[in-house]
């Protein structure tokens, strides 16, 4: 089933009940799946969730309603938007003190400042990510944290610190078999390789690229080495 099925599926159960919390989390679940293919479709459902969160004053769910709300607003190039809901899911997820949803938001709004080229307000960004993650032990955000900081390392021209950084998110993707993340660890390891004029290394790591992609099923993404 993918993902559009998934959604349509979650809307049926929707359209079936009536408990506020439960519509709550069905219409939660729908936005992150839209935001999973980085959709904006789900803009429209905004509204009923707002007015749920009013009615239930849920904290949790009304800080996840506005982390979705910066999603659906960075999707459309909205950045003041996308940030100004943002902070406000941080202050609530601050307040919760649920540190991986933190962590979420952060690597988020680095995401969102990397798209402006603001790329110092993305690593203070990213840092704290890395940090929140570190304490709390969550793998995937260290990796993926650190994947994103080796991205503006190299766009910086700092090659060993991009290096580093990309070996970082490519051990933490290994461990947790995240073949997309492995797929764009290697990606860019190869890149800075190419950059330094370290040809043998470079190669290597293009064909880890290409290896993984392949058993991956992505041969347009394996295709494009030779493009």
């Known amino acids: 089933m993918n ?18 919390q439960k519509q709550a989390g069905l219409l939660l679940d729908i ?13 429209s459902l905004l509204p009923q969730l707002a007015a749920i ?9 009304t800080a996840r309603y506005h982390f979705l709300k910066s999603c659906v607003s960075g999707n459309k190039n909205e950045f003041a938007e996308a940030l100004d ?10 307040d919760l003190g649920l540190k991986q949803q933190l962590a979420e938001c952060y690597n988020s709004s680095g995401a969102l ?23 709390i032990g969550d793998e995937r955000m260290i990796g993926l944290a650190s994947f994103n900081m ?11 610190e991009a290096l580093a950084r990309f070996e970082k998110g490519r051990l933490m993707a290994e461990k947790l078999s995240l073949k997309s993340m492995l797929i764009s660890c290697f990606q860019n390891i190869g890149a800075v390789y190419v950059a330094k004029n370290m040809m043998d290394e ?8 290409l290896d993984i992609s392949i058993s991956f099923g992505n041969f347009w993404l394996a295709s494009s080495l030779y493009s």
């Open 113 to 135: 400042y990397m798209r402006q080229n603001l790329n110092v307000e993305a690593l203070t960004s990213y840092l704290k990510a890395l940090k929140l993650a570190e304490e």
């Open 85 to 94: 809901e943002l902070d406000i899911a941080i202050q609530l997820y601050t």
């Open 150 to 160: 080796g991205i503006i390392s190299h766009a910086q021209g700092n090659s060993d």
């Open 53 to 61: 969160c009013a009615e239930l004053n849920d904290q949790t769910i």
């Open 31 to 43: 936005l992150g799946k839209y935001e999973d293919i980085q959709s904006t479709a789900g803009e």
């Open 202 to 209: 470079g190669r290597e790591s293009y064909l880890n690229w």
């Open 3 to 20: 993902a559009i099925e998934q959604i349509e599926q979650l809307k049926e159960e929707l359209s079936r009940t009536t408990n506020k």
